[in-house]
């Protein structure tokens, strides 16, 4: 696996680009909408997992970052009329650096209490959501927020919008890929696995570890800003704690530290309910039911289900034993 | 601001308090053999609350029948919890262990919510009569009931794990298992234990709270952050700290609300939950621990 | 037998191929959105059921234009998001010709653009006056405006002597829309707002809030809200012993209500409501009685729950869709459109229709009338 990695990577980005280019003229037209949402939850996921697959920090308040951004690119694009792209470099700007304020004191504390950090400042980010009515339009909502224009170009189709998350959602793939392949990407893994050993080894632990929550966080806020132009309309409940466990779930069912997990996840994750429309009121236990199987056969997510699924069809080739192919034929069938 | 508010602003807050002390116990019993924090805590309460409602409404029974019955039934379903979901995943780090509860919790609410709809249901008070003046304040005579249980239980835990070779048993699963286990204590069972009493002590939490609160599938969301919350501020698996850490963010959110802003109220509790936090990592009563390297 | 299969299958070949007309049977698809999970359920599950009770009716009573209807109900599960895409995918897959929904005013401003742009017209279950003000060409409501209810509790109170008041809303959508129009109304009604409290839509004890209302100089207290909210407000206040009048929203306008209160603590409370609560003492004669009196015997026959005025905003918004349908004879988006703009003088649950290329609203205060809760009842005042 490692001799040919390179090689293969580059096919797998350029077939990831591929796929990117051809869904939404493959996929009937309704499914584009469905497509950008997923899009904004990859970018999400991407980000989140870079925090907790790679560094090993929890987070269960990333909804607070991504809201935040939607909020500010939402409120100075409406409110006070800036040009969008400046409204999403704010918003943006804003995540990242609450981020670097909240980060400091909050990744001191570990394991549940860190959770709880996390936790606690998605609520306060939440109410203030509701709360801030004259800046906000609270519960309610802020309506009117304008469709992503730049360089004197409307992003007006959702055809168009699609290209412009997806796009955006592949640079950040093969930044978060570069960034987990150098010397930082070791430092998080050293971390994740102990941070007195990662210290020992002269690592600074805190720099590097706040250094991921800021890079997550701004991944948070381009999505966040991307959501407010693609909705024209921000409210709280988007970015509740509920929110907040829907990412966690997308970076497990994906698989930690894996970034094609990532993607994997959250596109599952959003276009799994639209195919759950057929069942109804039951699709809530469906989602419950795969968090709990997930867990329990795929540890690994969707990751290490597709690593398991290549290994057993690697290896019926390579046999050529008629008996063993057809079974790993036969466990692709069942593979959704 | 006459003194009379100020009581009631207390004793509303003691009460609330309670409600998230009580499940808060609930998690700390889980955290104390496992090591984790069951996500569908909150749940356990929901179905103590609508269980004792629906076997009320569709099964005719009498309160002093329908509670006892539906705390068992939570029981019952806490030590399925654990075999169907906990038990196979053993040894699997905590942040997949805490994602199964999650789905789990996913899983018991929407079952709820397709047996027993959206509706919000209310369960009649143990005891009858109007509120009781206290000082200037009232109280009502249920919410005698919610801190009278709560401190039952937590007397009755203090001495469970202090005392009782069963509960030791248990302190000891969470500290090592592989010790434990060595020491010849049998780990399965005492994670199946811990569910089980955490799912009565949530069910009993749900019955007594419901005629104050009222009960609805989705209940079980907002105390279980609320009981998560009073669990880290009183410092993870002590019983006492748990109770304590309720009540603090129980009568912060009704002082919150009555002095500051009512609408800032729960962001007022998680500020101090925070700061608190940041000044002292391991919880107001917790004890600074060493990590194994 | 397998000609006969080969001839079948020629038949439905040909009938593809000659579209439409020959498909006089084809159902006429009506879309709807609402939000049937998630903290908006309480609006939409009871107009999903209604929805589907009135497709029913209306099929029972041989359709529309001679085809059967039938609705395509998306749960958007309260979230906008998932509206945006659930709008998307009834107006490309489904190709329905007309949508009602959503149950929310945040998923309703959120799918507008899409059903402009696609040119389906939507009849939205939301109550916000920001639906229809400024007028979108496709966009309509069926709820009457928060401004309507505010009007007639502060001309309620006004009557009664209070000129101070406490409101006390619910911090979710519904709550701080009424908490606007509250404030915004009062010093035009000559009420002064002299305490502003607010309460989380979950929360389970509103104690605090309202010791703090009762050592204000307010004569009575305005509550905005949605069950359970305002039900444990009513507990605690008698809890409290605070005695001035309560006044509550139309969101509770639903005997759920008094049994999640209690009879004893919901006595006296007073709210504006359709006339759909107190259909048994509307006069004989008015134009709702005969309807409003259907609806609440079918809906709870069927369903097993007590009728509520939400599930008639969807109600009103099928029978205005259908409405249109038969009097524009055609089932074509457009035409619907300007059938709908068309409607004059229709009365359904809420009040009477009249819409006008200004007016996509089209209720009168009349939509009103005042309640108040009498042993465990409504009791309509004059």
Not at chain 1, 157 to 182: K, M, P, Q
Not at chain 1, 189 to 208: C, F, K, N, P, W
Not at chain 2, 21 to 48: C, D, H, R, S, Y
Not at chain 2, 219 to 244: E, Q, R, T
């Amino acid at each position: 696996m490692s001799s040919n990695r390179g090689k293969g990577s580059a096919a797998g980005l350029a077939a990831f680009a591929a796929i990117i280019a051809a869904a939404p003229f493959l996929l009937p037209d309704y499914y584009q909408s469905v497509l950008i949402v997923a899009g904004l939850f990859a970018i999400l996921s991407m980000g989140l997992n870079l925090l907790m697959g790679y560094a090993g920090q929890i987070s269960l308040g990333h909804a607070a970052f991504y809201g935040l951004s939607a909020y500010a690119s939402g409120i100075l694009t409406t409110t006070f009329h800036w040009p969008v792209p400046a409204g999403i470099a704010a918003g943006v700007v804003l995540s990242g650096v609450t981020a670097a304020l909240i980060g400091i004191p909050t990744l001191k504390l570990k394991g549940h209490y860190l959770a709880m950090g996390t936790l606690g400042f998605g609520v306060i980010v939440y109410i203030v959501f509701n709360e801030a009515v004259g800046l906000t339009a609270g519960p309610s909502g802020l309506t009117g927020i304008p469709r992503l224009s730049a360089f004197g170009k409307t992003f007006s189709t959702d055809r168009e919008y699609y290209f412009v998350v997806w796009g955006t959602a592949f640079v950040l793939f093969v930044l978060a890929r570069n960034l987990v392949r150098s010397r930082m990407g070791r430092a998080l893994r050293a971390i994740h696995t102990s941070e007195s050993a990662a210290s020992v080894l002269g690592i600074d632990v805190a720099r590097y570890k706040a250094f991921v929550f800021v890079l997550s966080a701004v991944y948070a806020g381009i999505a966040g800003a991307l959501y407010a132009h693609f909705v024209t309309f921000v409210s709280p409940g988007s970015f509740s704690f509920h929110a907040s466990i829907q990412i966690v779930t997308m970076v497990v069912l994906g698989g930690m530290a894996s970034l094609w997990g990532a993607v994997a996840g959250a596109v599952f994750l959003t276009v799994l309910p639209e195919w759950l429309r057929a069942i109804e009121d039951y699709d809530i236990l469906v989602y419950g039911a795969i968090l709990v199987l997930t867990m329990r056969f795929l540890p690994g997510g969707l990751a290490e289900g597709a690593e398991r699924a290549r290994g057993t069809l690697v290896s019926a080739f390579r046999r050529k034993s008629p008996a063993s192919a057809a079974a790993a034929s036969g466990a692709e069938g069942r593979k959704p | 601001m006459p003194f009379s508010s100020f009581l009631q602003f207390i004793v509303s807050g003691v009460t609330v308090g309670a409600t998230y002390g009580l499940t808060a116990l609930g998690f700390t019993m889980i955290f104390n053999t496992t090591g984790i924090i069951n996500f569908a805590q909150g749940e356990f309460v929901m179905l103590g609350g609508m269980l004792a409602v629906f076997s009320m409404k569709w099964g005719g029974l009498p309160l002093p029948v329908a509670v006892p019955l539906s705390v068992l039934l939570v029981t019952a379903m806490g030590v399925g919890v654990d075999r169907l979901t906990i038990r196979p995943m053993r040894g699997k780090p905590a942040v997949s262990l805490v994602i199964v509860t999650i789905g789990v919790s996913i899983l018991l609410r929407g079952g709820a919510m397709l047996i027993f709809g959206k509706d919000t249901h209310a369960l009649p008070p143990f005891s009858e009569g109007a509120a009781i003046p206290l000082g200037g304040a009232s109280l009502l005579p249920q919410s005698i009931w919610v801190v009278g249980i709560t401190l039952a239980v937590l007397v009755a835990m203090k001495v469970f794990f202090d005392r009782t070779i069963t509960g030791k048993a248990m302190l000891a699963c969470a500290c090592d298992r592989k010790a434990a286990s060595l020491m010849g204590i049998n780990v399965d069972v005492m994670v199946t234990v811990s569910f089980a009493f955490s799912a009565l002590v949530g069910a009993l939490g749900g019955v007594i709270l419901a005629p104050i609160t009222l009960t609805a599938y989705d209940v079980g969301i907002l105390l279980g952050l609320k009981g998560f919350a009073a669990c880290i501020l009183g410092g993870l698996g002590n019983p006492f700290g748990a109770v304590a850490g309720g009540l603090i963010i129980g009568v912060l959110e009704s002082l919150g609300a009555g002095f500051l802003s009512s609408g800032y109220k729960d962001a007022i509790a998680f500020v101090i939950l925070l700061a608190l936090l940041f000044l002292r990592p391991s919880g107001l009563f917790g004890k600074a621990s060493a990590d194994r390297v | 037998m397998e000609g006969m299969k080969l001839f079948s299958a020629a038949l439905l070949g040909g009938a593809l191929l000659l579209g439409g007309g020959a498909f006089a049977a084809e159902p006429i698809r009506i879309g709807a959105i609402f939000s049937v999970t998630g903290p908006a359920a309480f609006l939409g599950e009871p107009e999903r059921n209604t929805a589907k009770m009135l497709e029913d009716e209306i099929n029972k009573g041989g359709g529309l234009l001679g085809r059967k209807i039938e609705v395509v109900v998306y749960d958007d599960e309260s979230d906008p998001t998932k509206a945006v895409t659930a709008v998307d995918r009834l107006i490309k897959k489904d190709k329905v010709v007309a949508i009602i929904g959503p149950s929310t005013t945040g998923s309703t401003l959120a799918i507008a653009p899409k059903v402009e742009e696609g040119k389906v017209p939507l009849v939205s279950c939301a109550a916000a006056i920001d639906i229809v003000s400024p007028v979108r060409r496709f966009v309509f409501k069926t709820p009457q405006s928060d401004v309507l209810a505010v009007k007639q509790i502060y001309r309620h109170a006004k009557k009664n002597g209070i000129s101070k008041v406490a409101i006390l809303t619910a911090s979710d959508a519904f709550g701080s829309a009424g908490r606007k129009e509250l404030k915004e109304l009062a010093e035009k009604s000559g009420v002064a707002v002299v305490a502003d409290e607010v309460f989380g839509p979950k929360d389970t004890d509103m104690n605090a809030q309202l010791t703090k209302i009762k050592g204000t100089a307010a004569q009575a207290i305005v509550c905005w809200g949605t069950n359970p909210g305002p039900a444990v407000i009513a507990r605690n206040r008698k809890q409290l012993g605070i005695s001035m009048p309560l006044y509550m929203s139309h969101g509770v306008a639903s005997n759920k209500f008094i049994e999640l209160a209690g009879k004893e603590n919901a006595e006296g409370i007073l709210l504006p409501a359709g006339r759909l609560i107190v259909d048994e003492q509307v006069a004989e004669k008015h134009p709702q009685k005969k309807l409003l009196t259907k609806y609440a015997k079918e809906y709870e026959a069927r369903f097993k729950t007590p009728v509520s005025s939400f599930g008639g905003y969807a109600f009103d918004a099928l029978s205005l869709v259908a409405q249109a349908i038969k009097s524009g004879k055609s089932a074509e988006p457009a035409a619907i459109r300007d059938s709908l703009e068309k409607t004059k003088g229709f009365w359904a649950t809420t009040g009477e229709f009249t819409f006008t290329p200004s007016d996509h609203n089209g209720l009168t205060e009349d939509a009103f009338v005042m309640v108040r809760i009498t042993k465990g009842g409504w009791e309509m005042l004059k």
